[in-house]
């Protein structure tokens, strides 16, 4: 065995024994191959084994009307059943990083692990008044404020918002929901005409 091996198994299987190796050049061919051979075996992921209760709520979930639910049922059944994530990944049509996260989430908490809780919505960042703020920034002509440009972008409008003080720092997709939700159209309201 290797010395770094961690396995109790033997490397080499009893057929290799039976062949005599007649240089070291076949040695060490032979060791790199038993070597790569139990690498492999070491880093291929599966599910810890199903207990009782997991397997008939897995079972259930194969059957039920959420395809999420079913996508990920799919992906810890074929696992337990020995299949490996670039075996499972053309049979799901699934990216093998998402397939590995899903065994891993399962692995550390069982089928409640395979569930995606959803807050109910972003939490709320910025108070009503740095809201206020933006939406009058949008409206307002950039000419108006000494700018060199005429026309707001979601970026321009973050970047605008961060340097008047308005707020810290904004990313143009918070602009954007701010905006969406408030019906205010950044693009006509540069050239005066307002929401």
Known sequence: MFPYCHSPR???SSAFHLRRLDSSWEVLQAVS???SM???DALVLHVRELTGTEE?????WLECDNPVLRHRAQVI???SQGYRVPEIGPMLSSHPANLRKWIHRFNEGGCEGLRTVHAGGPNRRFSSDQRDLILHLANTR???LGLRFTRWTLHKLAEEAGRRGIVDRISHECVRQILR???CDYKRSGDGSGR
């Open 10 to 12: 033997p490397v080499f």
């Open 33 to 35: 191959a038993a070597k």
């Open 38 to 40: 139990w690498e492999r």
């Open 56 to 60: 008939r709520q897995l079972h259930g």
């Open 77 to 79: 059944v074929l696992s």
């Open 142 to 144: 950039p000419r108006d």
């Open 181 to 183: 939700a408030a019906s």
